[in-house]
């Protein structure tokens, strides 16, 4: 009991002389999360002329500092000032500024750091190391630091937060001048993201725009030595294609125009690597997919443009602006590629394998294609059937064709030409001519309107409507023929439509009409014929019974016919017989007469044998020959004699000669 009393007298006699050495600033008590700063008052050295903060045995405010505890001071010789703890949160960093030290080095603004202080909690380390006042390179990380505050100032700055899709861009105000010619500060290593400017600057990093960047993430930056701004990371969308140009690397070659293709900077993603390379500076050949990109666009810019898109039944023909000049030698008059170029020359342009500047002979056939726009130009060429129309509708391209017939007349021709391109032939056409559009404007529509002018002038308008077909095919062979020269195969050219003037409309029509009546009129009356044969049958089926007896009678008749027939043909054949018999025997008395009379002529002259033949007459017939009329016909009484039997003859057979008298004609 004793004891635990003498303890507590004991313990109050401490309190009380604490509190009052206390109260003299004698002690000084230094909590868990505080730091005591010392200055030495008397009896001590005095402090270099360029110098702030004293070493033990200086007179001034001394680098050490007093932790946790009691301290005990003569308060005439030192005082103390007590200050809290720095605390750098989970998300902050502490920019340090020592306003002593080893002067900067000429050209720097940024102290170096050195060995031994212990994140600066050590300041007489700092300063016997040869630490540098100003803004120190060296950051703190989070956490709790005593630290001398006279002799160091820290800013606590929040940590830089990259979000996601961002990129940090990165600008160092301290380090070794840029690379003559270049633009961008060249990358460094080992300076974990610019976290340790420290390392960044004995790297012998440069000042200026950084080529590396910051990906997302948090960085725990010196931002008085690093400025960083935030940027959205390059975001390439699906069925687009980026197109790439660097603002620095090596100069491109005369006459390209199109940097050649560099390995290993992982899609421009890291800059240092496509430099150390060797990239050049400019239009970049290779391209960015669909995806999204961590590039620094101070070194690269990037633009979008739509990907390729083939659609079933086309191909794309490329043209290529890069790669090697296909030569060309002139052997037999025409231009031939050397071997080692391996290329058609054709019409303006070349048509090159793969690797040579000039149209591509391979095409690209359906499909998407991420292609360089800048390097290569693709030209789409349908290779189905493409129709062309000549005619009045509103969504076609061309009018009807305006043409003149042989007759004078002004005629309008709708036309449909459908042609094709084989894939494998595009590229010639392209050269050639350039492309679909181009062929359609500036040879097909000539070609066609030039073929049915020519075909016109040489017809009548109603010929030229006729002969359509004729047309047609002559139209084709010229079409054919023409296109064939630009590797383009002509399946069909069809006239659709002739439109002839009014006025031989109105003829024509009325042709028709009337042609149309007459057919109709030959029908009514092919009607009315089959009336009649329909009434006619009819008729005959009413009188069917009647018609099979007349039937029978005129078998019965053709029989008797027959029979008659028969008994005719013998009678007749009787008589011919007879009759055959009685000519033989007049043939036979008129021979023996002509001979008679002709040996009587010998003997009595002709005159004498009509006398005899007249007396014969007259006998036979009983002649009255006293003249009732008088002839005279001279002093021939043989020729008065004739003429009175004449006219006695005369007489007999109707003919009354009383008051005819003829006379020879008087003799001149």
Not at 347 to 366: D, F, H, M, N
């Amino acid at each position: 009991m004793d004891a635990m009393v003498s303890f507590l007298i004991y313990v109050i006699v401490a309190i009380i002389v604490i509190a009052l050495l206390a109260s003299a600033r004698m002690i000084v008590i230094i909590g868990g999360r505080q730091v005591g700063i010392v200055e030495r008052k008397l009896f001590g050295a005095r402090l270099p002329s360029d110098r702030v903060v004293a070493l033990p045995g200086q007179i001034g405010i001394q680098a050490r500092i007093l932790g946790p505890g009691l301290h005990l001071f003569f308060p005439f010789l030192f005082m103390v000032r007590v200050d809290s703890l720095v605390t750098i949160g989970v998300d902050q960093v502490g920019i340090v500024e020592s306003i002593d030290g080893r002067p900067l080095d000429p050209g720097e603004i940024f102290g170096r750091g050195v060995a031994g202080h212990n994140h600066f909690q050590d300041a007489e380390s700092f300063l016997k190391s040869e630490g540098q006042k100003g803004i120190q390179t060296e950051t703190l990380p989070p956490g709790l630091y005593r630290i001398n505050s006279y002799l160091f100032k820290v800013t606590v700055m929040d940590a830089i937060t990259i979000p996601a899709g961002s990129i940090g861009i990165v600008n160092s105000a301290a380090g070794q001048p840029l690379d003559p010619g270049r633009l961008y500060a060249k990358s460094v290593p080992g300076h974990n993201n610019f976290q340790d400017g420290e390392a960044f600057l004995e790297q012998n990093g440069q000042k200026g725009p950084q080529l590396d960047i910051l990906r997302p993430g948090r960085y725990r930056v010196n931002l008085r030595m690093f400025d960083v701004k935030i940027s959205p990371a390059i975001d390439v969308a699906s069925g687009k294609v980026g197109i790439v140009t660097a603002n620095d690397g090596e100069e491109l070659p005369e006459n390209e125009l199109i940097a050649k293709t560099i390995q290993g900077h992982g899609m421009f993603q890291n800059a240092a690597a496509f430099l150390t390379n060797g990239g050049q500076r400019g239009p970049q050949l290779d391209v960015l997919t669909p995806g999204k990109f961590y590039i620094n666009p101070l070194m690269f810019s990037v633009q979008t443009s739509d990907a390729l898109t083939v659609n079933q039944g086309q191909v794309a023909v490329i043209i290529s602006n890069v790669g090697k000049q296909p030569a060309v030698t002139v052997s037999s008059g025409e231009l031939q590629a050397e071997t080692d170029a391996a290329a058609d020359f054709n019409a303006e342009k070349y048509v090159v394998t793969e690797g040579y500047r000039g149209i591509q002979r391979s095409v690209l056939g359906p499909g998407n294609f991420y292609l360089n726009l800048l390097a290569y130009r693709p030209i789409i060429i349908n290779t189905t059937n493409t129709t062309i129309d000549w005619d009045d509708a509103a969504d076609t391209k061309f009018d009807s064709l305006n043409v003149n017939s042989k007759d004078g007349f002004a005629l309008k021709v709708g036309v449909k030409v459908v042609i094709r391109i084989l894939p494998d032939q595009s590229p010639y056409l392209v050269s050639r001519i350039g492309s679909i559009e181009n062929l359609i404007t500036n040879v097909i529509h000539p070609l066609i309107d030039s073929s049915f002018r020519n075909q016109a002038s040489t017809a009548s308008a109603m010929q030229f409507l006729q002969d359509r077909h004729e047309q047609q095919d002559q139209a084709q062979k010229r079409a054919i023929n023409e296109l064939s020269k630009y590797h383009v195969e002509v399946l069909s050219v069809l006239i659709s439509n002739i439109v002839l003037p009014p006025e031989l409309m109105e003829t024509q029509t009325n042709k028709v009409l009337a042609l149309q009546r007459q057919s109709m009129f030959d029908e009514q009356r092919n009607s009315e014929q089959k009336r009649i044969a329909m009434e006619k049958t009819r008729a005959e089926a009413d009188k069917q019974a009647t018609l099979v007896a007349a039937q029978i009678d005129v078998q019965v008749a053709e029989q008797i016919k027959q029979k008659t027939i028969a008994i005719a043909q013998g009678e007749g054949e009787r008589i011919r017989l007879e009759g055959q018999g009685e000519a033989d025997k007049i043939l036979s008395i008129g021979k023996n007469t002509a001979q008679a009379y002709e040996l009587t002529k010998q003997a009595v002259t002709a005159e004498g044998l009509v006398s005899i033949e007249l007396m014969k007459l007259i006998s036979e017939n009983q002649i009255k020959i006293t003249p009732e009329i008088m002839i005279n016909s001279g002093e021939n009484n043989q020729g008065a004699l004739v003429q009175a039997v004449l006219a006695r003859l005369l007489k007999n057979n109707g003919i009354n000669l009383t008051e005819t008298v003829i006379r020879e004609p008087e003799q001149k």
